[in-house]
């Protein structure tokens, strides 16, 4: 087998499981390194379809690590990167923003130097590929109009956002500086099997079987717009291998919901799949446990991306509808925790 080798980071995690799976399946030929810390965001689990293949080769460490970096580059011919490492959580960024400095900054620096360094001496600098995975959140906040495009000044607003923005400015730093061939990606929301249980839509189904308060932010009116993880797969594998050097691509979902929006629909979809938890607690439907609490410090209002530049150019457009993404989404997580709650 050859060794030349896809380089995931983060790929024990929400996004970078479901994109490795999917990888790995529709690329028979090509092996793929891993390179994970396994904070509390990674599961091995998560990779349960392709832990045991030959072609997968999963590295504990940190992206940050120069020496584990460089040990990859010396025992692998590595064809390309898809960078999706992060601390990922911005409750987590308010509490303390070390980490994420350390992982999204200094850990993507230690990435671009180690792939340059390697690629150069090959005389491959301009044909490898180094995509970078960012987020609509290092555009800012957006009023009830108006959407975030490729050109929209960056303007982050908590330390999570900023430090994304930062990898990005490095990433593209490397680009005009050295001529490598980068790409990033910025897209909004994502959601669907094997997220965290920290983020919004887990926290919301498993309180709601849990029968406790459903914890929403401020008046719930925050709207996001929110794209089917396989979709957002299908989209970095297009902009990876199509996108042109130097460019970024926006990806979103073109579902637009308040919190509150959100909220109901998937109570709605519990009704419908658990009913009998309510009648423990004389409920008639989980709407009844959301709770508004103190909103988040400096609560991005609206996010909504402009994604016009990845369907133009590269023919992608989401193939999920909100409603049966969601719908299967509350599905697999009820599955997930039906052992415990029962
Ligand atoms: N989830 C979303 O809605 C969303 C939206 C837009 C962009 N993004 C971006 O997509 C990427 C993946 O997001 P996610 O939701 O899958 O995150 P996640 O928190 O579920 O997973 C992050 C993974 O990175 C690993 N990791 C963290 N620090 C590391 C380090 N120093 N070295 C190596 N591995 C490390 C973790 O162990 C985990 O497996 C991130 O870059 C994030 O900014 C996420």
Redesign the pocket.
């Known amino acids: 087998m050859s060794n030349k080798a896809l380089l995931v ?10 994109y490795i799976t999917s990888f790995l399946e529709k690329y028979p030929d090509w092996q793929l390194v891993n ?9 091995v689990d ?1 990779l349960s379809a392709v832990n045991d293949l030959d072609r997968y080769h999963f590295v504990h ?5 120069e020496t584990v970096v460089n040990e990859i580059f010396r025992v692998f011919d590595i064809e390309g990167i898809i ?7 911005v409750d987590k960024s308010i509490m303390d923003s070390n ?1 994420f400095i ?3 900054v200094l ?1 993507t620096g230690v990435l671009l130097e180690a792939a340059r360094k390697d690629w150069e001496a090959k005389g491959v600098l301009k044909e490898r590929r180094f995509h ?6 290092v555009y800012g906040s957006l009023e009830a109009e108006g959407k975030f495009t490729e050109e929209t000044p960056y303007n982050p607003r908590n330390p ?1 956002s900023a430090t ?1 923005a930062a990898a990005n400015m490095l990433v593209k730093s490397y680009y005009t500086t050295y001529g490598m061939n980068v790409v990033l990606s ?6 669907g099997p ?3 249980d920290e ?1 919004l839509i887990p926290t919301i189904i498993r309180k709601a079987l849990s029968l406790e308060r459903i914890p929403i932010y401020g008046d719930g009116m925050n709207v996001r717009d929110w ?1 089917y ?1 396989g979709d ?1 797969c299908q989209a970095i594998d297009r902009i990876f291998h199509d996108g042109e050097a130097g460019e970024s691509y926006n990806v979103g979902g073109g579902n637009e919901r308040t919190n509150l929006e959100l909220t109901h629909y998937i109570c709605d979809q519990l009704d419908r799949v658990k009913p009998h938890f309510l009648a423990e607690k004389d409920l008639q439907s989980y709407r009844e446990l959301i709770t508004f609490v103190d909103d988040r410090p400096g609560h991005d209002r609206r996010y909504a991306v402009d994604d016009s530049k990845i369907r133009r150019q590269l023919g992608w457009s989401p193939q999920v509808s909100y409603l049966d993404g969601l719908k299967d989404t509350v599905e697999w997580y009820v599955t997930k925790w039906e052992e415990v709650l029962q």
């Open positions: 980071t983060g790929g024990a995690g929400f996004i970078g499981s479901n390179l994970d810390k396994l904070t509390y965001a990674g599961n998560n460490g940190d992206v940050a690590d960078h999706f490492a992060a601390e990922s959580h980490p350390l992982t999204n850990g970078h995975i960012s987020t609509d959140e999570y994304k910025s897209s909004s929301n994502n959601y094997r997220q965290h983020k794209l993880v957002h």
